[in-house]
Each structure stands twice: as structure tokens, then as C-alpha cells.
């Protein structure tokens, strides 16, 4: 439907409120106990945002204040739907979802990494996606064990 036979503003303001969707991951759903309340408490929040953006009375600025709620709301609840709750590792002999792993690189780094799900995953905080290449290789492997990634050399060196 055209723009000219909505109650809109502009053309610019229904682009505001037609947000495309979030991307959803291809991957399964994995989480961590700590990463599906995340997910729990994400979707509470948009929902939360989304009613008191219901609120206001001006109809061109209520639906471009919901929209970003919305489409959130529509991620989080799919997010939640399709989690994959996965029980944090029995032992930690081999590099697995929901454990930690500290690995040394060539040019003498030395990182530390929680395997988590996708949406819990933060580099800078300490924690990295199983989907990501490095999570890839060093899953299953053992303290000693060594993969190479981009021509550089990684050893693991700790597994908690």
C-alpha cells in the first residue's frame, strides 16, 4: 500500500516503522543456563519497552517508538522458543560448549575463552560463540593439543 493512503508523516517516517527482522542464526540454539535467562530477560525487557511505547498517544510517533520492541519481541521469543539448553560440562579433560579454554598462540598471546551460544557470546568479556572458527577447532581437543588457524599455531593450554 502507498504511503499517500496512510496516516503517515513521510515516506521516511514508515521506513521507521518497518524494521526488518533480526537474523536468525542457522546454527542449532545452543545456551548456557546463564545464557538462556539472558535470553529470558531480553525478551522481558523488549516487551517492557514495547508497552510503554504502546502509551503514547501520537499515533506516527507510538509506531516508530514500538517498532524496534517489536521486531526484538519477535527475536527473543524465537530465541527462547528454540533454545537448546545444554548442561554445563561434566569434565573438563576435552574443550567442550559451556566450558572454558586457555590457549597460547605463536606470537606468544595467551587467551582465555567460555564457549557459549551465539547470543551470549562477547570477545571482550571473555567469552566466544561455539559457532566461531577458533570454538570450531578447539572443541574436543585436549590440554597439549594444537590446531592451526589463518597459518598460526594455537595450543591449548588449560581447560576449566
Do not use: C, H
Amino acid at each position: 500500500m502507498s504511503v499517500a493512503f496512510m496516516k503517515e508523516e513521510s515516506a521516511e517516517t514508515a521506513a521507521e516503522t518497518l524494521l526488518p527482522d533480526r537474523p536468525i542464526s542457522a546454527e542449532p540454539n545452543l545456551v548456557t543456563e546463564s545464557g538462556l535467562k539472558a535470553l529470558e530477560r531480553a525478551l522481558q525487557a523488549a516487551q517492557a519497552a514495547y508497552a510503554t511505547a504502546n502509551a503514547i498517544e501520537d499515533v506516527n510517533e507510538k509506531r516508530r517508538q514500538t517498532a524496534a520492541p517489536l521486531r526484538d519481541i519477535r527475536y527473543f521469543s524465537e530465541r527462547v522458543r528454540t533454545a537448546q539448553l545444554v548442561p554445563p560440562p561434566a569434565a573438563t579433560d576435552i574443550v567442550s560448549f559451556g566450558g572454558t579454554v586457555t590457549f597460547a598462540r605463536e606470537d606468544g598471546r595467551v587467551q582465555t575463552y567460555r564457549i557459549v551460544g551465539e547470543d551470549e557470546a562477547d570477545p571482550k568479556a571473555g567469552s566466544i560463540s561455539f559457532a566461531a572458527p577458533v570454538a570450531r577447532l578447539l572443541m574436543g581437543k585436549a590440554v597439549g593439543d594444537v590446531v592451526s588457524l589463518g597459518g598460526q599455531d594455537l595450543e591449548v593450554i588449560a581447560i576449566g
